[in-house]
């Protein structure tokens, strides 16, 4: 499968009704440990109510300036939430279903991975 | 004493690189026109850059990434691929008036028809492209472009009536005789005549070029902040020039060839000489720096290797866009279009193309993942986001301006 | 700089991997992420809760670009992969630990240096 | 819901409002304009041409300029000059005062084209540019005579 067939689904949950957009997909690297890298799984989605669009990721990182960008798309993408892969039930073309029960989690990174 | 010198010539080298052919024609036909009442517009325009290569120059010296790297990362493939493509355009347009604005200053000091001059002019862009070193390129360029302060000397030299031209500089609100829609619309050329785009692509791409260092970026800091604003008191010189010789005998510059003469007549012979040369190497470095930018532009956006400091063959993409680029160049001007026109028409494209490269580069510069601690500081982000409001303004009024005024006519 | 720390970091596909610049192991340019292969997901398929998470297979680049920016799906044979095994480290740009000519990702930048820019006088010096 | 539907819905199509925007500016410009404003844009561009060629020659006479410069800068006000005298003479008349005018302003762009042509033949060699100025000056009253009163700055 690939990533941009799943960006911008539609999650509902276990009883159909629409939460919102898929607009990320939250991995971790972890696992077994591959030749150079470890390996990178699927550990949850994110899914945004209020906006299909690619965020710029303020609302996930304590990222606030310039305030004139930082504010509105904070407030555009206010509301997200971050679902863990576990609580995914079925994966369809174009809509994603969640588990009954599938928890709201709160969607920020810990820290900006830092390369240098 | 070395680090005296190396200072001096990346002070000299901005302002020489500062001035292209749409700063000479666009001042002069300000000048022309509305005297030194749109010299505000210069100071604005310059403030901005100084502001705009500064961000754009820590964040590729501090990330290492180069601006349509992050136009594309950040803005995705989509608004990215629009950004490159009106970017790229304008690039082009900017290019295609540079190989033009060095024919016609050829002409002036040969009197050969510059169609025969723009393969030339091009040849020589792609045999320093392809050649010589980046630091080299900048260098020359930049000191020979520095001989334009001829205008500056030529207005002192006409003695003008000094408060008569701070009258015009302070004079509020706009002329009587103008219509308002064209005094705005050379406003908006002018804003892009001094914040051209492809500045900031070749500022930091450069800044990767040659591998900044933090001790680097506070060079680069002095010669932005020195360099540029005079550069920007050149360009009102040049529109100072106009408005002491040409505007008093209602002459509309047209061509290049009116820019100079005031120069002339304040000067004879050995000034003219000076601002032959002067034109002659601002056109041809701000040639280089625009095909070095439409090269920059489509690497960074496709990923593709790049920079003057790989061989050839090892940016090979890179290098064969760019011939293809001086070939359309050269191709538009062989249809006998109007080099000047390609150049009105260029600073206006530029206003519109600006918010394209400025919003991501403001963006990035707060982002602790490009820049880690070295993000803005209030006060950048105070004076950046003012400057995200002139730049939206005035691109989203250039085409309604340009399609009201009929290109300011 | 192998990143070994990377064990159990957290990153977003779209924010942090897609329209990345790729690096090879001498900072060589490679090509920019388009897209991003999953293995694990079964269109339609009652996923089990606690089966293997999916996993990131490879970087997807060249015609990808078109696809996910005009729709539509590319022909499985034209699309160019680089595994994702090879990936050395994620920052702001991914840099992979091998050198990019031996990668088919790199195909039409070798195809243009051999043919055409190689083959003008000067190519093949560095700028003296 | 087909993908493509969803990629596009995905992201706003910014390349196709970019696009469109460029068009429409590009034909807008090309509107033509009634013969007042016509004629009096040709005056202006006459008179401009004709200054531009004085100054050049005074500046050559005095020895302040080249003669490459000079005579690129007669070249130019020539272009000019031709380009007016056919933007003119391709304007439909709308009564018989714009019909007049446009005849007279042929008539005096002319003068200027012939004031400019003798100067440019003087650099040549051809001829002395004394009887240059003269002619430029006609040139100019019967522009100047011709142009709408504050028409031309």
């Not at chain 1, 305030?67 to 509105?72: F, G, L």
């Amino acid at each position: 499968m690939i990533l941009s067939d799943l960006l911008g689904s539609d999650v509902v949950d276990a009883h159909g009704r629409r939460l919102g957009a898929l607009v990320d997909v939250r991995l971790e690297v972890s696992g077994r440990p591959r030749q150079l890298l470890a390996d990178t799984v699927v550990v949850g989605i994110l899914v945004s109510p209020r906006s299909r669009f690619s965020t710029w990721g303020f609302e996930r990182r304590d990222e606030h300036a310039p305030a004139i960008v930082a504010r509105p798309q904070r407030w555009l993408h206010r509301g997200m939430f971050l679902v863990d892969w576990r609580d995914v039930a079925v994966v369809d073309e174009g809509r994603v279903t969640l588990r009954d029960g599938a928890e709201h989690l709160d969607p920020s990174l810990r820290e900006a991975p830092r390369s240098h | 004493m070395k680090r005296l010198f190396s200072v001096a010539l990346g002070i000299l080298t901005a302002i020489g690189g500062f001035v292209d052919i749409g700063d000479l024609v666009t001042n002069a036909v300000v000048g022309s026109r509305f005297g030194l009442g749109l010299a505000w517009v210069v100071l604005v325009g310059v403030v901005g850059i100084c502001v705009f290569a500064q961000m754009s120059g820590r964040v590729a010296a501090v990330s290492g990434r180069a601006t349509f790297e992050i136009i594309r990362e950040r803005l995705g493939p989509r608004a990215g691929l629009a950004n490159l493509g009106a970017s790229f355009l304008i690039n082009l347009l900017t290019l295609t008036a540079e190989i033009g604005g060095v024919a016609l200053a050829l002409q002036l000091a040969t009197s050969v028809d510059p169609l025969l001059w723009m393969p030339v002019a091009a040849f020589g862009v792609w045999i320093a492209v392809w050649r010589a070193r980046f630091r080299l390129l900048e260098n020359v360029t930049g000191l020979l472009g520095l001989t334009l302060i001829v205008f500056a000397v030529a207005l002192f030299m006409l003695a003008p009536d000094w408060n008569a031209l701070a009258g015009q500089a302070l004079q509020r609100g706009t002329p009587q005789d103008e219509p308002v829609a064209t005094y705005w619309f050379f406003a908006v050329a002018l804003f892009g005549a001094a914040m051209t785009p492809y500045e900031v692509f070749f500022f930091s791409s450069g800044a990767i070029e040659e591998r900044w260092t933090e001790k680097d970026l506070a060079t680069s800091r002095l010669n932005v902040l020195v360099g540029f604003p005079l550069g920007g008191l050149l360009s009102i010189a040049i529109a100072g020039c106009a408005a002491v010789v040409l505007l008093p005998a209602s002459i509309d510059v047209t061509s290049l060839s009116q820019v100079v003469l005031p120069v002339a007549d304040a000067g004879g012979k050995v000034a003219l000489a000076f601002a032959i040369v002067g034109i002659l190497a601002a056109t041809f470095g701000a040639a280089l720096e625009t095909t070095l930018s439409s090269g920059y532009t489509l690497a960074q956006y496709f990923g593709w290797s790049w920079g003057k400091f790989r061989r050839p063959a090892k940016a090979a993409r890179f290098h064969l866009s760019m011939i293809i680029c001086l070939f359309v160049a050269v191709a538009i001007l062989a249809t006998g279009v109007d080099p000047i026109v390609v150049t009105e028409f260029s600073v206006v494209f530029s206003a519109v193309a600006l918010p394209l490269t400025y919003l991501p580069i403001l963006i990035i510069a707060n982002d602790r993942e490009y820049m880690g601690d070295r993000v803005n500081g209030r006060g950048m982000n105070a004076i950046g986001t003012v400057y995200l409001v002139i730049i939206l303004i005035a691109a989203i009024a250039a085409i309604p301006l340009l399609i009201i005024t009929g290109g300011g006519a | 700089m192998n990143d070994r720390r990377a064990i159990g970091r957290a990153l977003d596909a779209h924010l942090h991997l897609l329209d990345r610049q790729v690096l090879d192991r001498d900072d060589v340019p490679v090509t920019t992420v388009d897209d991003l292969e999953l293995v694990g997901i079964e269109l339609g398929a009652a996923i089990d809760r606690d089966a293997a998470p999916p996993r990131v297979t490879a970087i997807l680049t060249g015609s990808d670009l078109a696809t996910r920016i005009f729709g539509g799906r590319p022909p499985p044979s034209r699309r160019v992969r680089i595994p994702w095994e090879l990936v050395a480290e994620i920052g702001t740009a991914i840099r992979l630990g091998v050198a990019g000519d031996t990668l088919d990702a790199t195909w039409a930048e070798r195809w243009v240096s051999d043919h055409i820019i190689g083959r003008i006088p000067g190519g093949r010096h560095d700028p003296e | 819901m087909s993908r493509s539907r969803r990629a596009s819905a995905r992201e706003r199509p910014h390349a196709a409002v970019i696009v469109v925007t460029f068009a429409v500016a590009a034909s807008l410009l090309t509107a033509c304009t009634n013969p007042g404003a016509e004629f009096d844009r040709a005056v202006e561009q006459g008179s401009t041409a004709v200054e531009t060629a004085r100054l050049a020659v005074a500046l050559e006479r005095d020895g302040r300029t080249f003669a490459s410069t000079t005579t690129t800068a007669l070249e130019d006000a020539r272009r000019e000059l031709v380009d007016a005298a056919s933007a003119v003479a391709e304007t439909d008349a709308e009564s018989p005062s714009d019909a007049a005018l446009r005849a007279d302003l042929l008539d005096a762009l002319a003068l200027g084209v012939t004031a400019v042509n003798e100067a440019l033949d003087a650099m040549a060699g051809i001829g002395t540019l004394d009887a240059v100025e003269p002619a430029l000056d006609e040139a100019e009253e019967a522009l100047d005579a011709l142009g709408a009163p504050g028409g031309t700055r």
